[in-house]
């Protein structure tokens, strides 16, 4: 089992990893980034996140990890 962990410090606003989740998890923030863009957050329903890690593939400054965990 994996979550998704995302740093906003990393994120270029690229939004590479909103168009490949494949539930539509991640949004725009309030928040702007070192881009002076909006960066990433995911969506209320972050409990739904499948860890698929297709975002975090996706993400070319590596600000978003796969992290596994022991069930």
Known sequence: MS??????NKC?????????????????SNEIG????YTV???DEQNLCLGCGQCAMVCPEIA???????E
């Open 34 to 37: 070192k881009t002076g863009e």
């Open 41 to 43: 957050e995911f969506k």
């Open 64 to 70: 978003i990890t796969e992290v596994y965990k022991d």
């Open 3 to 8: 979550y998704i962990k995302l740093d906003k």
């Open 12 to 28: 270029k606003s690229c939004y590479l990893c909103m168009d490949v989740c494949p539930k539509k998890l991640l949004k725009k």
